[in-house]
């Protein structure tokens, strides 16, 4: 038993090594490649290795799941993995063709002044979806820095008003801008890009929410788990013994 | 790279000797002269902080003169709080640091107030750079610990060892929170919660060669001291490549390359 401990625990640390050595990759790569890279075949089954693994640990070393901390911290680490291969592109493709739910990965809209659209064009492609519900771009507007709309300082925001539309009725209304993206339906919809003649359309970027919960609430976990953990197990504890 | 002859500039020069003339005195073994001109530092930098404050009317965090301005003021706080809590104490290395912290702020990032570009307008940019760099204050530490051990043998290397890792212990649930703040910002800036940029790669290597040395440290505990010792320096050396390298050589093109 000792030894499939071990065993386990060397298998562990190689997992952390290799995953370092494709950090490095990456980087050296550029975030392109590097994104391919971490979403091939062979990374997807590194990836399902280290979430066996992870369960394999919590099996194997009971102090894992009896400690809080520990737990949290390496659930944590399980939810982020897994929800996020849910919610890569791989994901939705896997999803597509096993249980045919097509929802838009990554794509674009553009949408005039006083238009209310729902065409999605994809990411990478020429294909177009529709969403069921209508986008209308109220107004679009850039913000200077400095007194005044003259245009002199440099740019400070973008800001489209929206409103989500069906059925004829306003069911959502928002002020997009940089970094405050619309939530709504299953996607967020980001400020990506404008008309840059006349300021007569808005270019919103559509990203699917799959998987973001989940990664948020493992974000907590493994947040909650290490301060837990080394600030208050380790550094803090009223027995010392290390 | 500039000189700035501006009373803010002019307090952060004044802090950066103050240490600088502490450091010498601590390497001299002047302890008493040491210590008084490492408060003295200290004061000077509240002072500048208050003065930077009271100038812009804002918490300064905003922009990264202000993160180092502050970092630069909280290393003698920190340096107090691991002598006094921690048992760690190296007075000398920490005054090293607040050099080392408040050149940029001296010489490299402007005190102008910024026009920041739209995405970096977020509440949680200041954040996310000041839990990174506390965590690399302490990471520095660690691996200055961890050099020491390396040449030290018998009981004093343990309690090197020992020390090392309370370091590690105080700052990887920063460098935690700084990895996953600075997520989170790019799930809102840039439709991505991860990009795969190389900056965003280097922090995961780095973040990663800790969480290897937690669990070798779990399987062996101190039975090898020096190679936990290795691990906690490569982690430091992947910091410094995460921190410069990759802004500073232009070498990737990354989303993060304008941060400079």
Redesign the interface.
């Known amino acids: 038993m000792e030894k499939f401990h071990r065993l386990v625990m060397w298998i562990v640390l190689l997992l952390i090594i290799l995953l370092v050595g494709f950090s490095i990759y990456g980087a050296f790569i550029g975030a392109e490649k590097a994104k391919e890279f971490f979403n091939s075949l062979p990374l997807i089954s590194y990836w399902l290795i280290l979430i066996f693994m992870l369960i394999v640990g919590f099996l194997n070393f009971p102090r894992l799941a009896r400690t809080p901390s520990l737990l949290l911290i390496h659930f944590g680490c399980i939810l982020i993995i897994a929800a996020g291969m849910y919610g890569s592109e791989a994901g939705h493709k896997a999803r597509k063709n096993i249980f045919g739910v097509d929802k838009i990965y990554r794509g674009q809209m553009i949408i005039p002044q006083n238009h209310e659209i729902d065409i999605v064009k994809l990411e990478n492609t020429d294909q177009i979806k529709l969403l069921p519900f209508l986008i209308k771009l109220k107004d679009f507007r850039i913000e200077y820095y400095g007194q005044g709309q003259t245009g002199t300082g440099a740019i400070r925001d973008f800001i489209s008003s929206l409103a989500v539309i069906k059925d004829g009725k306003t069911i959502a209304q928002k002020d997009v801008e940089v970094n405050h993206p619309l939530h709504f339906g299953g996607y967020y919809f980001y400020q990506h890009s404008y008309d840059p003649k006349a300021a007569r359309y808005t270019v919103l970027k559509v990203v699917s929410d799959s998987g973001l919960g989940a990664v948020y609430i493992g974000y907590l976990c493994l947040a909650a788990g290490v301060f837990w953990h080394f600030w208050l197990g380790q550094l803090f504890r009223k027995t010392e013994n290390n | 790279m500039e000189i700035y002859y501006t009373t803010q500039g002019l307090l952060v020069y004044a802090t950066i000797a103050c240490y600088l003339l502490a450091f010498l005195c601590a390497l001299l073994k002047w302890r008493k002269a040491g210590r008084l001109l490492y408060m003295l530092g200290f004061l000077t930098a509240v002072f500048s902080f208050a003065y930077r404050w009271y100038q812009v009317r804002h918490v300064p965090l905003q922009n990264l003169f202000e993160v180092f301005l502050f970092l630069g003021m909280l290393i003698y706080p920190v340096s107090v709080f691991c002598k006094r809590?921690?048992k760690v104490e190296n007075d000398a290395f920490d005054m090293f640091i607040g050099i080392v912290v408040l050149f940029p702020a001296g010489f490299i990032f402007s005190p102008e107030p910024r026009?920041l570009?739209?995405?970096l307008?977020?509440w949680l940019f200041a954040p996310h750079v000041a839990v990174y760099m506390l965590s690399y204050i302490f990471m520095a530490k660690a691996a200055f610990e961890g050099m020491l051990q390396l040449f030290c043998t018998g009981d004093r290397s343990l309690e090197k060892e020992?020390a090392s890792?309370?370091m590690v212990?105080?700052g990887?649930?920063l460098m935690?929170?700084g990895l996953?703040l600075g997520?989170?910002w790019g799930?809102?800036?840039w439709?991505?919660?991860?990009?795969?940029?190389?900056?965003e790669?280097?922090s995961?290597?780095s973040w990663?060669?800790y969480?290897?040395y937690f669990?070798?440290r779990?399987?062996f505990g101190r039975k090898h001291p020096r190679i936990n010792s290795l691990w906690v320096i490569s982690g430091l050396a992947l910091i410094i490549i995460t921190l410069f390298w990759?802004n500073l050589s232009r070498i990737?093109?990354?989303?993060h390359s304008y941060a400079t």
Do not use: E
Request: positive net charge.
């Open positions: 809590k921690l026009q570009p739209p995405a307008q977020c020992s890792y309370r212990c105080a990887f649930p935690t929170a996953l997520s989170w799930q809102l800036a439709s991505d919660f991860w990009g795969w940029d190389p900056k790669l280097w995961l290597a990663l060669v969480v290897g669990h070798f779990a399987m990759v990737f093109a990354g989303l």
